[in-house]
């Protein structure tokens, strides 16, 4: 084995170099922890940098954005004590009055199979639904006040006078005719009644879904007014003596036959002894009687004859 000895002088110099080492290495982490303090000092400096940089550009806008309303508003204010044009619709829209209608109605219908889609009569299909939708009756009463009015609007504004062009505008100008053209025309949009459109979408989904067609109908306002007609005409034949006659099917006059045992109800006489039965209305239909089975019954052709079309309230009939 070896043994090393250190003389006195020897361990001094040893002592110093390990002092010289830490104090090398103290020196090279408080070197590091400093340089990384001096980044995160300057990352946090460049943060405040960037954030009052963004609340500088933020004040900006609203900056400009609060001078642009400004001065749009500064803009509408001239329009409104300046424009003939503006001044002119402001003054027909005391004149002009018209009801708040959707520009289109659209009314949906399904049915069960694909082939009901083109075979279905829209016309038809269409009475039904407003048969069934009392509002439509009152929406066609307004849109044909609608319609009177547009033709009232449609005379007065050929006398609108046209949008103001000044000659050589700076950008005051430009934005002063651009103010004035999207002003009144907006007015012009509310202004005009609305005469709508009515769809009638008759459709088909198959019970998967993966199957779809459907057919659209497009109604006018004159076409609206003719199914109008026609029902009422329908409703009006309905009350009609003809119609309650052709109610009294072959099947209906077999059914209340054989209600009344193929007996004349009143003399009680059958086929057997050599009558003519026939179907008699209880209240006559010239007088309101309807086809139905409560105002039908047998009689003889020699009664129904005496009959004709006698009816009394208080009395056997």
Request: aromatic fraction near 8%; glycine fraction near 4%; hydrophobic fraction near 35%.
């Amino acid at each position: 084995m070896f043994e090393i000895t250190l003389s006195p002088d020897t361990g001094w110099i040893v002592i110093v170099g390990m002092l010289a080492i830490f104090a090398f290495i103290g020196a090279a982490i408080a070197w590091n922890i400093h340089q990384r303090n001096k980044l995160f000092m300057n990352a946090e400096i460049d943060r405040q940098k960037a954030i009052r940089r963004t609340e500088e550009i933020r004040a900006e806008q609203r900056r400009k954005e609060e001078a642009g309303r400004n001065l749009r508003e500064m803009m509408k204010k001239n329009v409104i004590s300046y424009s003939e044009r503006y001044r002119f619709l402001k003054e027909l829209s005391h004149s002009i009055s018209s009801y708040p209608l959707q520009k289109q109605y659209r009314y949906t219908v399904d049915v069960s199979t694909r082939a009901q889609v083109d075979q279905t009569n829209a016309e038809k299909v269409m009475k039904e639904v407003i048969s069934e939708n009392e509002d439509i009756i009152l929406t066609l009463e307004q849109c044909r006040a609608n319609e009177n009015s547009l033709v009232r609007f449609e005379e007065k504004i050929k006398d609108l006078p046209p949008c103001e062009i000044l000659e050589n505008p700076d950008h005051l100008g430009l934005m002063y005719m651009r103010t004035e053209q999207d002003m009144t025309e907006k007015m012009l949009d509310v202004l005009r009644p609305v005469v709508p459109l009515f769809w009638l979408d008759i459709r088909y989904a198959s019970p998967g879904g993966r199957s779809n067609h459907n057919k659209t109908v497009c109604f006018t306002l004159s076409d609206m007014f003719d199914l109008l007609r026609q029902m009422e005409e329908e409703a009006e034949y309905k009350q009609s003596a003809q119609y309650q006659r052709s109610q009294v099917t072959e099947s209906v006059r077999y059914n209340v036959m054989k209600r009344d045992g193929f007996r004349c109800t009143i003399c009680g006489r059958d086929a057997s002894d050599g009558v003519k039965l026939h179907i008699d209305h209880i209240v006559p239909v010239s007088k309101g009687g309807k086809s139905t089975m409560d105002n039908l019954r047998t009689l003889c052709e020699e009664c129904n004859r005496g009959k004709r079309d006698k009816y009394d309230e208080n009395g056997l009939n």
